[in-house]
């Protein structure tokens, strides 16, 4: 009698012994990973785990055939056992399903569950527990005495009129006052919380940040908890007493610069077309000298008329002393005369592939080097960081407008469109989930086979706003960039696990950001 699939109805047909045994045993396949070499060795980095492994010869023969087509486990040491024995593939299979490099066939049919979020019931429901907030970005002031010219706060692309709109031009110290008082609120069972302040031009409301200081260090203290400052300026108004003031109370400073003289005059210039260079190069050296308790950054904005990363990175770091510094894209519409293309990507691209391998040698050595950007991603591959969301935007990172209401983050405080609540009356749990949902991961479909998704995971809500109108677009426009650098970065860490792989250890330590770059 011909057996009847109960599913469909309809007859099926015999299959033959080997057929049965076959269809006894799942078929294997390999799951989501990147392959790459280096040090002559071959490494996979896991895009379910994000985590990175050194495969031996039988690994890499099993994923080889696999990628080819599903085998059985005893197809796989059959078809394997001239060069390994049985009992090492054996071993090697058990070991590749550990962490997910492969997987049963069946499990493709799996339905994968409908997202949950970390942050308490789904929408409509009474919210629950919100997520502690780790750092809140004080926007002290809207002004700047700056004009740059890609300016994302005063340029063509602004989303808020910071200078005839509605919102106050400068933060009072009841705002203040308020927005410490909600920090610490929101702050929930963290021993610590991080308040940045930022601007426009952050030290042109000084006053507010030497009260803000000793007002949230009293009042961490009485509920048990303390606050690590940091700010973000662009170095004109760094006086002796200003300087002094940051030093005494340990306040991290990221200064914005973008490179030697020719290079900073050409955008970072006063309103009226003066370069600034030559006021801030003396000032930053003098805060260099006076602040040591805390290391100091530089942050540097690239467009398509300053790609030379290597010339930037030699002067901030070697001839100015910044002890690291960071670099980031400019975040412009495409057509825009200093928006960068698609060859200046390439070049970018090159430019942080050279200093990449300058930082390995310092690294292999236990010397500190200061390219930033490689020790962050660095940091993150090393701690298995796999991105629902781009950055900590509307989660554990908040930014507070002059007035007092709490956005996305920095970049879109005083925006009505992306304000999720105030400092008075706290956050809107409903609109705060809502962003969440409709920004996952899982709902970026460009996303979804991108193997460096683990740890971009679509790109910047105010990168993909300004480009494309939306947030939740990702920033398809640099997609091979970052699997680039990413690739970049495993050769590293891989190079450095195998090498040197003390020098990792730091990156287990729990502790502050001592240069913390927002921007």
Not at 69 to 81: D, I, K, P, Y
Not at 119 to 129: F, Q, T
Not at 130 to 159: A, F, W
Not at 469 to 498: F, M, P, Q
Request: aromatic residues 8%; proline residues 5%; negative net charge.
């Amino acid at each position: 009698m011909t057996p009847i699939d109960p599913l469909v109805g309809q007859a099926v047909p015999p299959v033959s012994r080997l057929q049965a045994g076959r269809m006894a045993q799942p078929l294997l396949r390999g799951k989501e990973f990147h392959p790459f070499q280096t040090s002559g060795k071959q490494f996979v980095y896991l895009v379910p785990s994000a985590a990175v492994f050194e495969l031996d010869a039988a690994a890499s023969a099993i994923l080889a055939r696999l990628a080819e087509a599903s085998l059985t486990r005893e197809e796989l040491v059959n078809g394997l056992s001239a060069r390994f024995p049985a009992s090492e593939l054996r071993e090697t299979l058990t070991e590749l399903l550990r962490v997910q490099a492969i997987g049963e066939e069946t499990q493709a049919r799996i339905p994968v569950p409908k997202k949950t979020l970390p942050i308490g019931p789904p929408v409509g429901a009474a919210p629950g527990m919100p997520i502690p907030l780790t750092t809140m970005v004080l926007n002290v002031t809207n002004q700047c005495n700056l004009s740059c010219t890609y300016c994302y706060e005063y340029g063509e692309d602004k989303i808020v009129d910071t200078e005839n709109g509605k919102k106050a031009k400068f933060m009072s110290e009841e705002t203040a006052r308020e927005s410490v008082d909600f920090m610490l609120r929101e702050s929930g069972p963290n021993r610590k919380a991080h308040l940045t302040f930022f601007g426009g031009e952050t030290l042109m409301n000084l006053p507010v940040l030497k009260f803000a200081i000793p007002y949230a260090r009293e009042r961490a203290a009485e509920m048990g908890k303390e606050v690590d400052f940091s700010l973000t300026t662009n170095a004109t108004l760094l006086r002796p007493d200003v300087i002094e003031f940051l030093a005494e109370n340990r306040v991290g400073v990221t200064i914005s610069i973008d490179g030697p003289q020719e290079v900073q005059d050409q955008f970072r210039v006063f309103h009226n077309g003066t370069g600034s260079y030559e006021m801030v190069a003396p000032k930053i050296r003098e805060l260099l000298a006076r602040h040591r308790s805390r290391p100091i950054g530089a942050r540097v904005t690239l467009t398509s008329e300053n790609l030379d990363v290597r010339k930037i990175f030699r002067h901030l770091r070697g001839e100015i002393g910044f002890w690291e510094v960071g670099f980031a894209p400019v975040t412009t519409a495409p057509n825009r005369k200093y928006a960068i293309a698609e060859q200046g990507f390439d070049t970018m691209l090159e430019q942080f592939q050279a200093l990449a391998a300058e930082f390995l040698e310092y690294a292999l050595e236990n010397r500190h080097h200061g390219f930033s950007n490689v020790r962050d991603t660095l940091e993150e591959i090393h701690k298995g960081v796999s991105k629902a969301y781009p950055c900590g935007a509307g989660l554990g990172l908040m930014g507070v407008s002059t007035d007092g209401d709490v956005a996305l983050c920095h970049r879109f405080a005083g925006s009505d469109a992306h304000k999720l609540g105030t400092v008075r009356d706290g956050i809107d749990r409903l609109v705060q989930i809502g962003f969440l949902e409709k920004h996952h991961i899982d709902d970026k479909t460009d996303c979804s086979q991108c193997w460096a998704r683990p740890l971009c995971s679509g790109g910047c809500y105010h990168e993909a706003h300004t480009r494309y109108g939306d947030t939740a677009h990702a920033n398809l426009h640099y997609c091979e960039w970052i699997r680039g650098w990413t690739d970049t970065c495993l050769k590293v860490y891989a190079e450095l696990s195998v090498k040197n792989p003390r020098y990792l250890e730091q990156f287990d330590e729990e502790g502050e950001n001592e240069a913390s770059q927002v921007n």
